[in-house]
């Protein structure tokens, strides 16, 4: 398992670079994962059940309505303080834009793909002039699941291609292939719970 961590250390803050002790980074992996996880099964167990109850068109309204409810409600299921985000590159909500801080990490998950590279996580400290925090990053790849609503808009029937077309006109999520990489749960953990 490739383990990255990763100091960013931002203009205003130079002198923070540390790298946290190891029993540090693997409690930051554990709770990551386990609220990534998570997150990735609330949204599954529903999502496939909308799916299946009414159809693709419905689950479409479910993701656009549900979705921030559902990660809301995962985070109170977790220690305070921690807060869950998904984005990606290629975002449908701009919401869920990713940034600065994501997009690097986007960026290396994007190289390790490409590169055949079965990599689990990734893990930053994050110093700026307010704050500072660790953050947990999940990759996520598309399975068959997520082609109904991320894979090339021609196999879509006309209803779903015009409700994504509407709900979201500069959707940049479509046209996904299975296994590619699709985008990340990031987890913010506060210094306080893990050192
Ligand atoms: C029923 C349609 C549907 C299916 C199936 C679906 N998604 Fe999505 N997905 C959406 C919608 C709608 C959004 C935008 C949600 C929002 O408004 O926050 C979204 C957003 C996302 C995002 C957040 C970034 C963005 O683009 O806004 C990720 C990551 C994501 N989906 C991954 C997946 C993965 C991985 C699967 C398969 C396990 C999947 N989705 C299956 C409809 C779907």
Sequence with gaps: MVRLFCIIITL?????????ASSTENKVVSMGENAANLLIKNLKTQLTEAIKQKGPEYALNFCSEKGLVLTLETEKQLAKGIEIKRTSAQYRNPHNAPDKYEQQVLQY???????????????????????????????????????????????????????????????????????????????????TIVE
């Design 109 to 191: 998950f994007t190289t390790s793909t490409k590169k055949n590279e079965k990599t689990r996580e990734y893990v930053q400290e994050v110093s700026d002039q307010e704050k500072s925090y660790y953050r947990y990053y999940k990759p996520l790849y598309i399975k068959a699941l997520c082609l109904t609503c991320h894979g090339d808009p021609k196999q879509m029937s006309d209803n779903l291609r015009r409700a994504l077309r509407e709900k979201y006109p500069d959707d940049k999520a479509v046209n996904y292939k299975t296994g590619d990489f699709r985008g990340m749960v990031r987890v913010t953990i506060p210094k």
């Design 12 to 20: 205003f803050c130079l002198s923070c670079e540390k790298k946290p």
